[in-house]
């Protein structure tokens, strides 16, 4: 399923994110950018030790930030690591650290003249953000930043369950009507 948003694409495909040859693949990472579960564990595991030793140079990550390394052995040149909240509920400003860290990811791919970028689902698994809202905020903060930046071509949304795509696939319908 895609969408346009200004002259770019925003596709949504069911997967694993490390099979993806992009640009630049987004890392759903911890503050401390070396390693965990979830698609964060996927991807340094795929990647190998060259995406660690980088991290490890780069002091850690504000929730709501990202910063960029190589991928290593994927399919992509960089891996644009992107810290999203931890839900506890919505009143400690995580919505707007969520949409910061799509947004912040989505500029490091441009000043890294990425053309096709590949997100995951920040925040909803491990860090318990309701996945309904997070679509909400990804489609609609990938879109907005799509529509000023045309330096992107295509934005993926990869999502490994088929709840989490189905999910998407609504929100990304209600961006096209």
Known sequence: MEAKAGN???????GDITDQEVDAIVNAANSSLLGGG???????????PEILA???????????????TTAGRLRA?????????????GARGEDQTLESSYRRSLELAVKNKCKTVAFPSISTGAYGF???RAAQIAIQTIAQYLRGHPEIG????????????????RELRGLAN
Request: proline share 5%.
């Open 154 to 169: 295509e934005v993926r949304m990869v999502l490994f369950t088929q709840y989490d795509f189905d999910v998407y696939s």
């Open 54 to 68: 980088q991290t490890r140079k780069l002091g850690g990550c504000d929730p709501g930030d990202a910063k960029a």
């Open 8 to 14: 770019s694409r925003i596709v949504l495909l069911l």
């Open 130 to 132: 309701p996945i309904d």
């Open 77 to 89: 040149k960089y891996v644009i690591h992107a810290v999203g909240p931890i839900w506890y509920g």
């Open 38 to 48: 979830g698609v964060d564990g996927a991807i340094h595991r795929a990647g190998g």
